[in-house]
């Protein structure tokens, strides 16, 4: 592309020579001295195309052209004629030279403008698909970086009430995950125009010999999250409309990050409340004292096993808080009846799978997979569970994975009715079970786990009985 451009300008320029020439040999024989003169409207295509650095080639030729003119084919060589023959062709060259610069400059202004437009919208994007506060952060922090406003980037968020560096670029990316050498600002100070970066970055050495900006970063309602430095070598103070850009991604960067700040504290307040109504049957069934705990932690385990993804391993952890809610609606001379359930009783208590999962089915925020986990946690692998007799893979997941680590606790924790079990004979019973209630591929990667030393060491720690059990 490059050198066909240069090989069009080249042949424009010879074009524009050659008619000077051509010029110069007509008006020679055949016009008067005076449109000598317009000698210079041949070179106009070169000075256009090159602009002022045409120039420097364009006025010794117009020179040595206009003293030839005047000596030969008589020698009539004097300054002002001279002048009157070159001078108007210089200024209007001069003239072209600069509208063609003007012309130049406007066209970067317009292509940066639009470079920095796409960067904008590339980065406001990236910025509001990320999944989590540490992706976006680096989302908005590699688009500002890619703005070229400046080499050195630092996001700073307060953490009681010190500065610290949560994302960075450049030099100050060694402070990241640290406090910054100075605190002597307030969380306050991020929102007033008063902001003296100097305070934050005083301390830092190389940062005598920098110029820089502060560009607040706010969630809605002006409520703070942080600031971004800009720093740059030298005395080049940021102006305005770079000021500008790195607010527009500020601005998305604060909205996002601040609602996803505020879902979190939402989904933090789900977690706790859904984890107290299920810790509310362990008060009234003291046998299960500790199960919910152990089968979160279980669940969870085996579901990184699996490869879940965060919302499903979430949805499980709910699932596992209220898998027993249903309980709550069982009579307490059933629920902690010390002998074997009559066949009515074993029915009302089978129950409480469909009470819970029509009890929780009014709470608007949980997702299927939650209630799923909470009805079908007792299906059994070849069909014989119940509620609703699923079998293999029509049992969802989730409702599958729980009913493992169930199994497993209910086996490992001890029981007025019966002791704890140990490790060998749960593998054992596991492995029983394994194809009949339980799924086999989840038995055999969760007895992978158990048997693992960091698995043997969970199972220790988690021990209900506090007995030290060994394989």
């Known amino acids: 592309m490059g050198n066909t451009y240069l090989k069009i300008v080249q042949k424009q320029n010879l074009l524009s ?4 020439l051509i010029w110069g040999v007509v008006s020679f024989l055949y016009l008067p001295d005076s449109y000598q003169a317009f000698s210079f409207l041949f070179l106009i295509p070169w000075v256009w195309k090159d602009g002022p650095q045409s120039m420097r080639w364009v006025v010794p030729l117009l020179f040595l052209y206009t003293i030839v003119q005047h000596l030969y084919p008589k020698p009539n060589l004097n300054m002002d004629s001279l002048l009157v023959t070159m001078l108007p062709g210089l200024v209007a060259l001069g003239f072209v030279a600069w509208l063609r610069e003007r012309d130049r400059r406007s066209q970067k202004e317009l292509e940066d403008s639009l470079r920095f437009m796409h960067l904008l919208e590339e980065g406001s994007l990236n910025i509001s698909t990320a999944n989590d506060p540490l992706e976006l952060t680096e ?6 970086y890619n703005l070229n406003i400046a080499p050195h980037l630092a996001f700073v968020r307060f953490r009681e009430g010190k500065p610290v560096v949560v994302s960075a670029r450049g030099a100050l990316e060694r402070y990241r995950g640290r406090h910054l050498p100075q605190q002597k600002l307030s969380t306050h100070a991020s929102l007033t125009d008063t902001f003296v970066v100097g305070n934050y970055l005083e301390g830092i050495p190389e940062s005598a010999g920098w110029s820089t900006a502060a560009v607040p970063v706010s969630a809605r309602q002006k ?24 607010n527009s991604l500020a601005r998305v960067m604060g909205a996002q990050l601040g609602q996803m700040e505020a879902l979190k504290h939402l989904e933090d307040a789900y977690d706790g409340t859904l984890r107290a109504l299920g810790l509310a049957l362990e008060f009234r069934d003291h046998e299960t004292q500790g199960h919910t705990k152990r089968v979160v932690a279980w669940a969870d385990q085996l579901a990184q096993d699996l490869n879940l993804d965060a919302s499903m391993r979430k949805f499980l952890r709910w699932g596992a808080y209220l898998h027993d809610i249903g309980k709550l609606s069982i009579s307490d001379h059933i629920l902690r009846k010390p002998d074997k359930l009559d066949d009515e009783e074993w029915e009302i208590m089978k129950s409480h799978v469909v009470k819970g999962w029509e009890m929780l089915s009014r709470v608007p925020f949980l997702p299927q997979e939650t209630l799923e986990v909470v009805r079908h946690h007792h299906e059994n ?3 014989s569970g119940y509620p609703d007799g699923l079998k293999e893979q029509d049992i969802p997941i989730l409702a599958r994975i729980f009913a493992v680590v169930d199994t497993f606790d209910a086996l490992y924790s001890p029981r007025p009715y019966k002791r704890a079990w140990k490790p060998a004979e749960i593998i054992e019973e596991l492995n029983r079970l394994r194809g009949k209630k339980l799924d086999p591929k989840l038995v055999d990667i969760f007895i992978k786990r158990i048997t693992s030393p960091s698995g043997k060491e969970a199972m ?3 021990n209900p009985s506090k007995a030290n059990v060994r394989a």
């Open 17 to 20: 020579l050659l008619g000077l």
């Open 139 to 144: 989302s908005a922090m590699s688009s500002l």
């Open 223 to 246: 409520r703070p999250l942080g600031v971004v430095i800009l720093a740059r070598e030298g005395n080049k103070p940021f102006q305005s409309d770079e000021k500008a850009m790195a």
């Open 381 to 383: 692998w070849d069909g």
């Open 460 to 462: 220790e720690a988690a």
